[in-house]
């Protein structure tokens, strides 16, 4: 009896073993680099993919809750437009309206997340970084063009100005909500800032809560959050040093409570640390740096000096190789990804010959919740299928977080957010970096109808049919030859007229 007892516990353990705490089956396939990609549905052995985007950076993929790719997006470097967005379909093709969409090529300037309420429907989020049309979002329907989906509302604008390079969404407490994270850029503005936006993301609508104002002062665009597996943790890292811890309340998106592991620093060499990421349990932290010396460093948050117990995991001298992204995978295992860059650091586009080993494989941290040298950090061993990366990994979110069980916002019952009847709405946003305006209505009850523009003096310069898709209609209008002045913007439809 005693041996049965004994063999019955050896065989729970090894299932827990391979098994997360939560499947997280949204985010199963990546799609990354050069056409890279891993398909994670089977945790214990994930295999190399392709995919369609050509990314130096920022990259997101967004699966079913059976691990079925439905969509993802890049942003090229080596595209001058800040429209460089794309989104590509199940099949890798471009989606539908997929084209045109917010980003200019940087790292962390992609989020996607699921309508809190409309199974069919993702909203997908971009920030400028260099450009100041602040943070946009699009919407995606998957069940249009015969299940590959539509962009039905492209590049509407929430906020205005330059952000940092590190927009983070977070599962609500509730679990059904988003939390969409962006912080302002200090470039250009006379003082550095400590400044944090909330954008809460519910049956509502997307709604702004008040700016918060917490911990040590950021002087740089370029940074990184990383969220811990439970969501009440954050990291925020830039290249100049900082690496700042938080606490993040899932119900109230209060950020507080910062404990400041490592200060900015005024004066260089700056140690570039690029990416950060947790350990399962939390107690761990992965940091990346992407100097001519990458460096992967450790520190233990459960430690009375945080700081004090740092530790180089690895280092790599070479001017060619820098170290770039670090992810937490569905296996629980933290992927590292590195760009080969033949010496110069704004490499945007691999040539023919340049297959390397630095570049055609990720390296893993198999055991990211053991100390030091157990952590079994294996450089260059996840060989990508002939595909290559670059220093992104996807900006994925946990689409699968679940409640938090037991707090006061595990209830959908008292928060009062039944989506009222909504009225038809339009927006228009026009940029004269892109020459193009972008048009976008909703709640549209007509099924037909005509996109008419004026100028100030009455005359149509522009007409075309509508396209209407479930109450939605959007259009990106080339204003290419088009006179500078005021215009007028009308839909008419056989049952509104929208101006």
């Known amino acids: 009896m005693k041996l049965f007892r ?13 098994e997360p705490l939560n499947a ?25 993919t392709n995919s369609s985007m050509v990314s130096r950076g920022s990259c997101l993929s967004h699966c079913d809750k059976n691990g079925n790719l439905l969509y993802y997006s890049s942003t090229d470097a080596a595209n001058a437009s800040f429209t460089s967005a794309k989104i590509w379909n199940k099949n890798h093709g471009v989606m539908d309206g997929g084209d045109s969409i917010a980003g200019s090529g940087w790292y962390n300037e992609l989020v996607s997340v699921n309508h809190p309420q409309l199974d069919s429907c993702y909203y997908f989020f971009s920030i400028g970084v ?55 850029s200090p470039i250009g503005q006379p003082v550095f800032n400590n400044t944090w936006l909330l954008y809460l993301v519910s049956p509502s609508g997307i709604s702004l809560i008040p700016q918060q104002n917490v911990g040590s002062l950021n002087g740089n665009n370029i940074g990184n959050i990383a969220v811990s597996r439970d969501g009440t943790k954050l990291i925020f890292t830039n290249l100049l040093g900082l690496i700042e811890l938080y606490d993040f309340n899932r119900c109230t998106g209060e ?21 950060a ?32 117990s740092k530790t180089l995991i690895w280092q790599v001298q070479n001017p060619a190789n820098t170290g770039g992204a670090l992810k937490r995978a569905p296996n629980n295992k933290i992927y590292f990804s590195c760009a080969w860059t033949g010496g110069g650091f704004n490499y945007v586009n691999y040539d023919s010959t340049q297959y390397w080993l630095e570049n055609m494989n990720l390296s893993v941290i198999n055991s990211p919740d053991s100390a030091g040298a157990a952590c079994d950090f294996q450089p260059w061993s996840f060989y990508l299928g002939g595909k290559r990366t670059y220093w992104g990994l996807p900006n ?19 928060i ?47 007409s075309e049919p509508l396209r209407i898709q479930n109450g939605y209609y959007t259009r990106d209008l080339s204003m290419l030859g088009k006179a500078e002045g005021m215009y007028l913007i009308v839909l008419e439809t056989d049952l509104e007229r929208l101006v």
């Not at 699968?400 to 595990?410: I, N, Q, T, V, Y």
């Not at 038809?424 to 709640?443: E, G, L, P, R």
């Open 6 to 18: 004994i063999s019955f516990l050896i065989i729970v353990f090894s299932i827990i073993a391979f």
């Open 24 to 48: 997280q089956k949204r985010g199963a396939v990546w799609c990354f680099g050069d056409s890279s990609g891993i398909d994670f549905n089977t945790l214990i052995n994930p295999i190399p």
């Open 130 to 184: 260099t450009l100041p049309y602040g943070l946009m979002y699009s919407v995606i329907d998957i069940r249009l063009d015969g299940g590959l989906g539509s962009v039905v509302q492209k590049n509407i604008p929430l906020l205005g100005g330059l952000m940092v390079d590190c927009v983070t969404a977070i599962k609500h407490g509730n679990g059904r909500d988003w939390w969409i994270i962006v912080r302002p």
């Open 255 to 275: 950020i507080n409570n910062p404990i400041l592991i490592e200060p900015q620093l005024s004066i260089g060499p700056f140690p570039f640390y690029w990416s």
């Open 277 to 308: 990421e947790f350990s399962p349990s939390g107690q761990y932290l992965y940091v990346s740096t992407s100097t001519q010396i990458s460096r992967l460093w450790q520190y233990d948050l459960w430690s009375a000096n945080i700081q004090l």
């Open 396 to 414: 994925n979110p946990d689409y699968d977080l679940p409640a938090l069980a037991g707090s006061p916002c595990d209830t959908l019952v008292s």
């Open 416 to 462: 009062g957010e039944a989506p009222q009847i909504q009225q038809a709405a339009i927006n228009v946003f026009y940029h004269t970096a892109w020459d193009k305006v972008f048009i976008n209505a909703s709640n549209l009850t007509g099924k037909t109808g005509k996109l008419l523009v004026y100028d100030m003096q009455g005359k149509v310069v522009h």
